[in-house]
T-cell receptor, first 115, second 113 residues
Framework: KAGVTQTPRYLIKTRGQQVTLSCSPI?????VSWYQQTPGQGLQFLFE???????NKGNFPGRFSGRQFSNSRSEMNVSTLELGDSALYLC??????????????FGPGTRLLVL | AQTVTQSQPEMSVQEAETVTLSCTYD???????LFWYKQPPSRQMILVIR??????QNATENRFSVNFQKAAKSFSLKISDSQLGDAAMYFC??????????FGKGTKLSVKP
């Protein structure tokens, strides 16, 4: 099976712009979670989607949003970018809901740099 | 709120030796899951080992094993016969009723030839 894929792999944006990141889970996986990874804060949970519904959300401002499509592919959007949004954004997929109990399979990440 | 603490930001081990990475967590839940994830320099995070809290037996996966002490809320990872390919960031993670994983800050493991 193909692994989790994320596009694009690298992105440079300027403050105030918006960005959309994409994640394709492993075939058959219905849960997709997003994480932000920074040197200072480490790995922080953004949100989890299952069957096209957001099931869980981390402590991030409303500028961070996401969605999941019927084929389980997911996108996350960040509007009005700030310098502090520079990070590695990781997507992970798992078979079932409650990804905290399941093995999660991570993608390679999208490196976002905000100038 | 649950927290996960990895007290060793960096560790170093000689090839073929054994190293133990520490992890402690705080929770009031009795049923939960614990994980060790490895993130090599290429950045793709992979699962090393998974432990279900209701199982007293410590999980093992080849050269990787854990020492799970539920009462002490400790979940250390032991890597035996260390190999150069083990060099990576290792993250301890807690999965409970809140539905998402809570990660520690990570331990950077270096393996010396």
């Amino acid at each position: 099976k193909a692994g989790v894929t994320q596009t694009p792999r690298y992105l440079i944006k300027t403050r105030g712009q918006q960005v959309t990141l994409s994640c394709s889970p492993i075939s058959g996986h219905r849960s997709v979670s997003w994480y932000q990874q920074t040197p200072g804060q480490g790995l922080q949970f953004l949100f989890e989607y299952f069957s096209e519904t957001q099931r869980n959300k981390g402590n991030f401002p409303g500028r961070f949003s996401g969605r999941q499509f019927s084929n389980s592919r997911s996108e996350m959007n960040v509007s009005t970018l700030e310098l502090g949004d520079s990070a590695l954004y990781l997507c992970a997929s798992s078979l079932a809901l409650l990804a905290a109990q399941e093995t999660q399979y991570f993608g390679p990440g999208t490196r976002l740099l905000v100038l | 709120a649950q927290t996960v603490t990895q007290s060793q930001p960096e560790m170093s081990v000689q090839e073929a030796e054994t190293v133990t990475l520490s992890c402690t967590y705080d929770t009031s839940e009795s049923d939960y899951y614990l994980f060790w994830y490895k993130q090599p320099p290429s950045r793709q995070m992979i699962l090393v080992i998974r432990q279900e809290a209701y199982k007293q037996q410590n999980a093992t996966e080849n050269r990787f094993s854990v020492n799970f002490q539920k009462a002490a809320k400790s979940f250390s990872l032991k890597i035996s016969d260390s190999q150069l390919g083990d060099a990576a960031m290792y993250f301890c993670a807690f999965g409970g009723s809140q539905g998402n994983l809570i990660f520690g800050k990570g331990t950077k493991l270096s393996v010396k030839p």
